[in-house]
Each structure stands twice: as structure tokens, then as C-alpha cells.
């Protein structure tokens, strides 16, 4: 079912943990729906971000979807960081089945909550950032039948 | 090869080779079409009059109150969908619980959307229906009662005989799904008043693709499956030979051993409950502990998710399954953990093992040890163990 | 072990044993449930996906538009009650041929006791459907067109592109029930614009108990059996792996090697023919000669009933089939004879010999000189027969 | 499907043929439900069945009452002949499948419009003896499911 990059981030995620004190902390899902994301960064004052963790509850992709967004936006800078979209994540973890496209999605939704938190934090505006929905599933499923 | 412990018995189970010896002549030798009348292919028909002894054998039936399927699904559609056709003019309701198979939860959406009116009965933090609830959602146009024997998920055993007490004094139809209970427990149609019955031969070491629907004699329903008229013109289709003897088979041999089995497992169940329970923090057991079928063990872990448990317990070589929504794509979890009160995120972390004779001692010590290992590390990622240890602290 | 000639392979065929062992392993070793998480099971759910891809190949259609059911009764039954239900606010008429099977026409009338009006078209003297009358029978509230690919009985293959065109052009949907035909003759969905196709696995030396219904991507048809979401949630119920397996060695089988097969057994089949027509009086061959199965031969002889003959077959170790009413229990003989024209006392005496591609010239030949003597015998034991002597006497 | 005795007579059965100026023939059934069962019979003047013949198209089931039935009237009287009903045929032959009953009760009619043929011409009445029906089918189907 999962692709062997998606079985690698899964069997050994990159960046598990928390940062204390960190720059901004961004979590996004909902345990009725099975998938929690949060997300810490580290960022100097440069805008590059320094160190991410992550901590997540949820399925194989949604580890691994966070796992790899994280590797995806480390030693980036935040505008790097928007550029990090889900279909990007999908494509580094060599794709995900279709029931699952939703946990890339919420890694997206994850990073950009923790970049709203940091942009809040310090008065700053980010182009193109928007405030973080409080459940990302609304709405986000794809049908896979559409006969 | 790799180590594999297969705990997915509730799913299905690996058919005995007892059973593949007997259904191996009836591909390529007796391979003839039992309605056919030479000699060369008229004799499967009594070798699946045989079959159809045997079963009804276990039940307390008659063999002509035994009518081959596709599966418990077909089975459950059947039963359902014909008794609502054929008793219409009595009435178009129907009481069921909320915790049956999607087999039956889905062919009651699709009545209700044909008309009948659907009672869903609550169940209480075991799993168990209530009879008097039962009794109590009676009306005059209820035609049937379907209350399943035991629940696939959590391996609580419903109060058959009451319920079907209950039905038979109020003039109702009553069918269980006994998918999971058939050839598992003891079942007497007699004494439970059981009018239909379904069952899948690939839950009771048989092969897939066959099952079978117990009709007592005297329930009208007609055919399900409309086209030749093979059993007794009730169910249309060339017979599966090999299956049903395949089924016949494995009833056979799950009927001889079933009490001894079923000590086997009891035992090795109630170790793997006691062990978890006093091992792993923070679990709960789902499913009522004594009514509860022989082979069955459901936890939730509170702070993890299903599907990621499947997976490192699948790396460790042990088959289990979840009633977590990502299992199957969808978003909520299992209805059942919802019906016995779960909270979402609990009902996420569930683990369904299931046993069965081959499972050992040693195997259970082995997941054990394991699971305690993967569910600490699965709580050191979550952000719900965090908030949870933060707050406590 | 007595000589046994086997012509009855539209009853069913043989499983070929390289299916046998293409499904063993999905019996004891590989039996996993294919909807499961871990390795060990979900690894089935690519062995079926592959299946799915042989067939569609063998069609002309795409993987996912394959959907695995228990037989060719249930593809129909379902092609046409789905259909129905799918399609019921653009009308309420389904057009269909006079000779289908039973699982065609038993689903019709069930069909028109719940509001649904049916068209039967006659065929000719040669079972053929004609495309006009097809054409001509199409109303605005026309929503499906069910015409068989071939018949069962007497073999002919009917026009299926033409009819298909005629459907397309006038936007009504299309089924065919290839059980006889798929894997024995080239079929193209494309070519024939056909939006639904049946077919069975034992009939093409694959197993008992599985088949498939091919729905065109975009058909709105639900599912028929409703449960799990197997078969992208068309056709509940857990998979039969090992049937399913079965199926596509099946098919893959039959499609490597069908023009060889269709060239011996149509060599084959035509001999038998001219030596029936040659050596017996009184007999007619039943369906057209040229547009027919390749393993078909349909004959009925005056004077005497189907039964007799074929047990008298089968004491000289000749498996066949006929048109008789006896063989059925019902009184009426074949209504596939009756609407090609045949008086009942000739339908009665009819037979129906299928080969494969076992079958030999030596076998024919043993065949037909039985036949002769056997249809001698009964003629010289039948009132018919007298009064007829008697009368050209 | 069938006992050995209904095999031992379809296969070897008793009696076919025809019989010249025979005192009484009769034929039942139609060649629409698959059954034509006519008998001749040979009665002496003290009434006794001297030879009987039959000739049958139909089933197995149909030739194998036919013989039997001609086995059992055979030197009979015609009061006796009366007696042989469709159950002694039956019974004789170890019971008949149920949807082949109906040949055993064209068996005992095909007696009867023998019997009915040689009274007529002989203008005697027999005891309890009726026209023969046209059509012995009429009615007479047994459903095999009862439910
Ligand atoms: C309780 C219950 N009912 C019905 C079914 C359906 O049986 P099958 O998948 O064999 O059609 C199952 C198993 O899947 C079951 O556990
Ligand atoms: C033309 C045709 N359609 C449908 C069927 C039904 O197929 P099955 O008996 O495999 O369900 C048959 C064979 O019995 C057939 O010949």
C-alpha cells in the first residue's frame, strides 16, 4: 500500500520531538478524525529555520508525511518554507494511495500553522500565509469512486 | 521465512488442508454440473445434500432448511432484502442493533431507502444488546428482528435465546448474523428460535467465496439471486461444488473439536487480556469479558492511532487489525467502538487480536513484549501523550 | 475407470489443473483477507488487482472496470436490477431477447412485478436477435438493452456490434451476457459499445463460484450486495482470492490459446454435424450454422424425448444435455427451442453437445454411431413414431 | 436420480411392442408436456389381461412406469388391472422422484383408456372405471417446495 519512502519515514521518522521555547508551534487535525499534527520551529533571525521537530498522532502516512514535510523545510528560509505544498511532500515520499492524500494536506497545514504562530509571535506579516483552519479534513477528501 | 504470527483470525482464517484435500477432486474430477442428469456429474448433487446435512447437523436444522451462498455478505443481503419483499404487506419495519456488520448496516440504508423504517438499537458499554429494549421497539409492523450472534470487532455474544424468545412471542422473524459465532460456539436454532442464520465458510478454516443462510421451513422469503433453480429455486447459480464441500468440510471438523478448541482459546485469551491489562497503562478492554467470543481480544491504546500499531506490529511479523478509520479509508472509526461509547481518539488506538488453535504461548508472550514496546514508542511521537503528561505534571 | 466422453462443457467445464495450482497457495499459505494493513495480506490485494488487469486486457477495458462477483447469474441479476434502480427517473423499460438465460429472464419478471415493463424480441428460426427490431423496440424511457453475446443453448452468436451501435446511438445502455462466449470467441467492448458484460469462470475452464460484471467507467450503477467496501465499494463481501486467481489463469489460459481452440473445435464440431445429418433421419440441427460457438452442436430428433436419450448416453459413457423439459422438472421444454419455432414434441427431443478441446475424432465418431443405434431404439419404442410409419405407410 | 429397479426397467423394459386387433388400446399424454404412453391389451374372454404391450415417448421415468405397469396388469383380471394405481407403480418400482410422479400417474391412466377402449367396444361397464382426461397433466404437477 505505502510506497518504500513512505515505509523509511514511517520506520525511521526524522525530526520526532519537541523544541523548547521554540519560535513557533503550530498544531492542526483532530482526534475524531485520527490525525494530529504539531509542529515546532526554530528559526533565526534571518528567517531561516533552524531546527524543526515534529510530534504526531495518527496513521503510517500521516508519520510519515510530517517526517518528510519537516526534512522538506530545515535550513530553509520561511519563504522557502510556503513553498513546501502537499503535493511537494507527496512527490518526495514517491506518492501516497488516494485515501491518504489528506495527510500530506494536514503536513502543509501543519507547517503553515507553526509559521502563522511565529509570524504572530513577532508582529510579522508572511506573503501568502493565511490563518490555519481548525480542521483541515472539512471538505479535503477525495472521493476515490467517480463513476 | 520472516516470523509471521497471525492474530487476524476475525478476519479470515487460513484454510485447513483437510479442507483443500476434500475440495481438490471436485475441480478436476468431479467436475460435472449437479443439475446435469448422466451419472458423471448427478452424483455432486448428493455429495452437496451431503454437505447440507452436516451443517444442519450442528445447527439442530434440517438439511433442506440449508441454502448455499456466496459468503456471510450475500447471506445477510438475502435475508434482509427478501423478508422486507415478502412481508411488506405485514409491515416495513425492521429492528436491528447498532453494532452489526456493514453487511447488514448497509442493506438497512438501502430499505430505508426503499420505505421500510429502520430501528437501530443502542448497545451498553460491553456490547450488548438489551432484549428488553427489543421487546420494547416492537410494533405491529415490525417483520424482523436482526440482532447479530456475536460482534466481529469486539467478540461480545449477544443474548441470542432471549431475543429470539422475545420474537417468537411477538410473531417476529428473527435472523442473526452468526458469521463470527457459527462453528465457534454452540449454536441450536431450536433453542434460540432462530428463523435465518447466516455464515462464511472463510471464518471457520473453509474457503472464501461460500457461506451458507439457515431458512427454517415455513419463512416465505423467496430468491435473492434470480436465474436457474438450484437450490430448490431459491438460490440461482451453478453450484460451487468444491466450495460447499469445502464448507461441508470444515464444518465438519470445527463441530468435532469445538469444545476443546474453545478451552484452548479461552485460556490463551483471558493470559493475553491479563497481561496487556497489567502491562501496558492507559488501555481499556473492549468487549464484554465473559460473553465474549473464545478467540477475541480488543484494546484501546488511549494517545495512538490504529494504523500506525498495525504497521510496527506487522514489522515484528504479527497480523492483527484495527478499528481505526485509516484502515479503511474513511474518516470515522469503527461504528462499534462509537456504539459501546468511545470517545473518537480512544476508538482510533484499538487493537483487534484474534487467536486460534495453532496460536501458542510463546506467541503471545512475543506480542506482548512487542506491543508494550511499540505502543511506548508510538506515545513518545504523540502529541496527545504530551498534552497529557504536561497536564498531569 | 468407465469411458467417459464428455459434451457438456456449457454446462461446465474442467478446471484446468494449471488454474488448480495457480490457487492452491491462496488457500494455506497466502490466505490473507486483501482489505488487511499488514504485508502478509495486503500483498493479495495487488494478486487481484493483477487478475483484474488479464481480464480487462482479454477485453479491451480498463483494470477498474472489472468487478469480481460469485457467478455469471449474479453478474446479470445484478447488470439489470442495478441498472434499473440507477436509472429509474429516465424510465422504466429494459428491451430483451426471447432466448436468454434464466438469470436474464427470471431478473425481468422480477423486475416487472416492481413496475418495469420488458421487451422480449422474438429471434428467427436461427436464434437470432434482428438489430432492427432492437431499434425499433427503443422508447424515450428505454434505459437498457440486455442481448447475449451467445446462447447457451443452441449456440448462436448474435450481432452484437450492431445492436451495441443501434444502443449507443440512441444513448441507452448496453449489457451482454458473455458467460458462453468471453474466453471462447474475441470480444472487444469498444468495438461493440458494450456497457456491461458477464461472465463466468467455470465455463472457461476456470473455477465454480466466481465470475465478473465489466461496468463501463461511468455507468451509474450501485452495487447489488451491500457490506464492506470491497470492489471500490460496488460488491461487498471478502474477496475470493483463491476464485479470484482462479479466474485469471483462467482467462489468461483460454485467451493465449483461442484461435488454435476455435479453429480445432469448430473442425471438430462441423464433423459431428455432417455426420449427424448424414446417418440420422429426422433430425434438425438447431441454431445458425455459421454464426455459432465453435464447440456447439444442437440437434433435435423426431419421435423421441430428450431424457431417454440422454441416459441411454450416459449408459455408453456420453455426458450431453438437452432441451427437454424432463431434465428441468418443469413441463415446457426449452423456451429457447419454442422461440426459435420448434413444435414441443420436437423441442422435447432435443440434444446438445458441447466440446472441448480434449475432445477427439475418435470420440465423435463413438458418438455418433451410439446415437444412431440409441435413436433407432427409442423411435422403435414411440407412439409418435408409429402413428408417423403408419400414416407414410 | 433414479432406483435401480427405474433403471432396470427403462433400460430393459418389459413389454414394448404393439398388439394386432388387440381387445383395448389406449393412449394418454401429449407430445406438448413430453409424455405419450399408450397401451394395447390382450383380454380373453374370461376377462383376464392374456398380453399387454405398451410403446412410450417420454423420460426415463415414463418408459419405466410404463413397463412396470404392464408387468403388474399382465394375467390380471380387469377388476384386478383396476387396482394397479399410481402409488403400486411407484411402490413397485422403489419410488419415483417428485417431479416425475406424474409419469406414474400416467401410467395408471394409459390402463385405463385401454380398458376404457375394450369396454366401449365391448359394451360392458367396469367397476369405478371413468372417460379417460384428454390431458393427465392438468393439475396433477406436484410443487416440490412447499414453503
Ligand atoms: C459479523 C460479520 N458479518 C458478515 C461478514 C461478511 O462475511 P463475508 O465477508 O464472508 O461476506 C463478516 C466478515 O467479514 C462478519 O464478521
Ligand atoms: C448464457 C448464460 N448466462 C448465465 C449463466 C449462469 O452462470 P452461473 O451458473 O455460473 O451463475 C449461464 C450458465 O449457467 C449461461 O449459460
Known amino acids: 500500500m505505502y510506497t518504500e519512502k513512505v515505509m523509511d519515514h514511517f520506520q525511521n521518522p526524522r525530526n520526532v520531538g519537541e523544541i523548547e521555547n521554540a519560535s513557533g508551534v503550530g498544531t492542526v487535525g483532530n482526534a475524531k478524525c485520527g490525525d494530529i499534527m504539531r509542529i515546532y520551529l526554530d528559526i533565526d533571525e534571518n528567517q531561516i529555520i533552524r531546527d524543526v521537530k515534529f510530534k504526531t498522532f495518527g496513521c503510517g502516512a500521516a508519520v510519515a508525511t510530517s517526517s518528510m514535510a519537516t526534512e522538506l523545510v530545515k535550513g530553509k528560509n520561511i519563504q522557502e518554507a510556503m513553498q513546501v505544498t502537499n503535493k511537494a511532500v507527496m512527490e518526495a515520499l514517491d506518492g501516497l494511495p488516494p485515501v491518504k492524500v489528506h495527510c500530506s494536506l494536514l503536513a502543509e497545514e501543519a507547517i503553515h500553522a507553526a509559521l502563522w504562530d511565529y509570524a504572530e509571535k513577532n508582529g510579522i506579516k508572511i506573503e501568502g500565509l493565511e490563518k490555519p483552519k481548525s480542521d483541515i479534513h472539512e471538505g479535503e477528501e477525495e472521493e476515490e469512486e467517480e463513476y | ?393
Open chain 2, 1 to 393: 521465512m520472516k516470523k509471521l504470527i497471525y492474530l487476524d483470525n476475525a478476519a479470515t482464517t487460513k484454510t485447513s488442508p483437510e479442507v483443500v484435500s476434500a475440495m481438490l477432486p471436485y475441480f478436476t474430477e468431479h467436475y460435472g454440473n449437479p443439475s446435469s442428469v448422466y451419472g458423471f456429474a448427478a452424483a455432486n448433487k448428493e455429495v452437496i445434500t451431503k454437505q447440507r446435512e452436516i451443517i444442519a447437523g450442528v445447527l439442530g436444522a434440517k438439511s433442506n432448511e440449508i441454502y448455499f451462498t456466496a459468503g456471510g455478505t450475500e447471506s445477510d443481503n438475502w435475508a434482509l432484502t427478501a423478508t422486507a419483499e415478502a412481508y411488506a404487506a405485514k409491515g416495513k419495519h425492521i429492528i436491528t442493533s447498532k453494532i452489526e456488520h456493514h453487511a447488514i448496516l448497509h442493506t438497512c440504508e438501502y430499505l430505508e431507502k426503499r420505505g421500510y423504517e429502520v430501528t437501530y438499537l443502542d448497545v451498553d458499554e460491553n456490547g450488548l444488546v438489551d432484549p428488553k429494549a427489543v421487546e420494547a421497539a416492537i410494533r405491529p409492523d415490525t417483520i424482523l428482528i436482526s440482532v447479530m450472534f456475536a460482534n466481529n470487532e469486539i467478540g461480545t455474544i449477544e443474548p441470542i435465546a432471549e431475543i429470539g424468545r422475545i420474537a417468537h412471542e411477538h410473531g417476529v422473524l428473527f435472523h442473526t448474523d452468526a458469521v463470527q459465532a457459527f462453528a465457534h460456539v454452540p449454536i441450536n436454532v431450536d433453542e434460540c428460535n432462530i428463523d435465518m442464520l447466516s455464515a462464511s465458510g472463510h471464518k471457520l478454516n473453509g474457503p472464501k467465496g461460500i457461506g451458507f443462510l439457515y431458512i427454517r421451513k415455513g419463512v416465505k422469503i423467496r430468491s435473492f439471486i434470480h436465474g436457474g433453480a438450484q437450490e430448490r429455486k431459491r438460490r440461482a447459480g451453478t453450484e460451487n461444488v468444491p466450495g460447499i464441500v469445502g464448507l461441508g468440510k470444515a464444518v465438519e471438523l470445527a463441530a468435532a473439536s469445538m469444545q476443546e478448541r474453545m478451552d484452548y482459546e479461552i485460556e490463551l485469551r483471558d493470559y493475553l487480556i491479563d497481561r496487556i491489562e497489567k502491562e501496558i497503562p492507559y488501555c481499556r478492554l473492549n468487549g464484554d469479558r465473559k460473553k465474549r467470543l473464545p478467540n477475541n481480544v480488543n484494546f484501546s491504546f488511549r494517545f495512538i492511532e490504529g494504523e500506525s500499531l498495525l504497521i510496527m506490529l506487522d514489522m515484528k511479523g504479527i497480523c492483527a487489525s484495527s478499528g481505526s478509520a485509516c484502515t479503511s479509508g474513511s474518516l470515522d472509526p469503527s461504528h462499534v467502538l462509537l456504539a459501546i461509547g468511545l470517545p473518537h481518539e480512544i476508538a482510533h488506538g484499538s487493537l483487534r487480536m484474534t487467536l486460534d488453535e495453532e496460536t501458542t504461548r510463546e506467541d503471545v508472550d512475543y506480542v506482548v513484549d512487542n506491543l508494550k514496546e511499540i505502543v511506548a514508542q508510538l506515545r513518545s511521537m504523540s502529541p496527545l501523550y504530551e498534552d497529557f503528561v504536561k497536564k498531569q505534571a
